[in-house]
């Protein structure tokens, strides 16, 4: 019997790597009425062998939806279809992995996401934002006209349109007009599913400005640069059809019609290097050529204009509680990675002091797997911002994308100490 399994180990390895280009989570797998009977699996690897047959496992099997990056050392959450738990549970037993259910129904967890926390005072008659509730792209941009209206420092660009036309939208919060002091940008939503993301940093937005007596240091020197939702289109399809749909929803020419590219594999720079997929209907696909997601042109060409000034980049994505730095592509890090590093963790330790959450800090490769074609890594690597990181916020898999409403305000608060520190530092050092 052991000769058996290992056998059928070996088999598992040769066949991803002879086949890791047209497998990996299907569209169709996610593409239900209801998430009933939904389950997700925390599964342990013990170290690099176990984390590499658990990638092997995410290359080969279309039903496994990992929810959290491969760990080489440390938890991995998988969401399973009814009917094909069984196997999961047969597969990582086959390596001896030790594994829990951390979620026995999602739909379950859905349904209660979709309570609104208790509200702490009156909603604002002139928007349709709060933060006891997860929002429309709509909601969010009734919150950006307001604040353009009634803040002479805050102005709003559409900097291009969505597969579906809808508006990106960046805010600008600069006084004294734009572009002579040293710039933050901060963008969420990336991925669809990750709602805490935009709910975050619109959180922030409101912050940063409307209780700007509090830390007017942060508007007088610096310009801000906010993009509330970087997937639109993903983002209202998350809301409206599929609640765990993280991609865009561009028509990439696949025979199966699947949609979309996952945004944050198809920025160029050192694009299709691993951590992705050729499969047009895997939810890492990186699309047919770098940037050919046109959300992530606007973005970047945006970006391009102000690189020259910008001192800090995030892109804040849920879940897992950690603060990553480049690079996503390669093991190596870059040359100032240790300064980042320093940073970062100053910031992790103001982030933990508000509500007692840590935050595991280091590069992805160091923490997870290789990840080509992120947005940090451009930011970085190509548009040569100083500080460049990637946020995941709350939880640890409890709830995992679903976080509940009552943890928005916290999450934000926790996560704005983090930026509070780290950019005064950076500001500091520019001086």
């Known amino acids: 019997l052991a000769f058996t399994g290992e056998l059928r180990m070996r088999f598992l390895v040769a066949f991803a790597a002879l086949f890791s280009s047209a497998l990996a989570l299907h569209d169709s797998v996610i593409d239900v009425e209801s998430f009933t009977g939904f389950q997700v699996y925390r599964a342990i690897a013990k170290d690099q062998s176990d984390a590499s047959y658990l990638q092997t496992l995410r290359t080969i099997r279309e039903h496994y939806d990992f929810w959290t990056e491969v760990r080489i050392t440390g938890p991995v959450d998988i969401m399973v279809p009814p009917g094909k738990q069984e196997q999961l549970e047969a597969d990582?037993?086959?390596?001896?992995?030790?594994?829990e259910i951390m979620i026995p129904d999602v739909q379950k967890l859905i349904e209660l996401e979709k309570l609104a926390a208790p509200s702490k005072g009156a909603p604002n008659t002139k928007h349709a934002m709060t933060w006891d509730d997860y929002h429309t792209l709509e909601d969010m941009y009734t919150y950006l006209d307001y604040l353009e209206e009634t803040f002479d420092f805050v102005s709003t660009e559409v900097i291009g349109q969505s597969f579906e036309g809808r508006d990106m939208r960046v805010v600008k919060v600069c006084r004294g007009g734009c572009g002579e002091k040293k710039a933050v940008w901060i963008d969420g939503g990336i991925h669809a599913r990750e709602w805490v993301s935009p709910a975050t940093v619109t959180w922030m937005l409101m912050e940063l400005v409307e209780n700007d007596a509090a830390h007017a240091d942060l508007t007088e020197g610096l310009d801000w640069y906010f993009v509330a939702s970087a997937n639109p289109d993903g983002y209202a399809f998350s809301r409206d059809h599929n609640r765990m749909w993280r991609k865009t929803r561009s028509d990439n020419g696949g025979i199966l019609h699947c949609k979309g590219v996952d945004?944050?594999?198809?920025?160029?720079?050192?694009?299709?290097?691993?951590?992705?997929?050729?499969?047009?209907?895997?939810d890492t696909y990186h699309g047919p050529s770098a940037f050919s997601e046109v959300e992530n042109v606007a973005v970047s060409n945006f970006l391009l204009t102000v690189k020259d000034s910008l001192i800090f980049y995030n892109s804040i994505h849920s879940y897992s509680q950690l603060i990553l730095l480049p690079w996503g592509f390669q093991q190596t890090p870059p040359d100032d990675y240790e300064e980042m590093l320093a940073l970062a963790l100053k910031g992790g330790d103001a982030l933990t002091a508000v509500h007692g959450m840590t935050y595991e800090t280091g590069c992805i490769p160091c923490m997870l797997y290789i990840a080509s074609g992120s947005s940090t890594d451009w930011a970085h690597g190509e548009a040569g911002i100083g500080f460049t990181t990637s946020m995941e916020l709350r939880d640890t898999g409890n709830y995992g994308f679903i976080l509940p409403a009552e943890q928005i305000i916290p999450t934000a608060e926790e996560t704005w100490a983090f930026h509070m520190t780290v950019i005064r530092e950076l500001a500091m050092a520019e001086q």
């Open 92 to 99: 990582l037993e086959l390596k001896g992995i030790s594994y």
């Open 263 to 282: 945004a944050n594999r198809n920025w160029g720079f050192h694009w299709n290097e691993g951590g992705s997929s050729n499969d047009k209907c895997s």
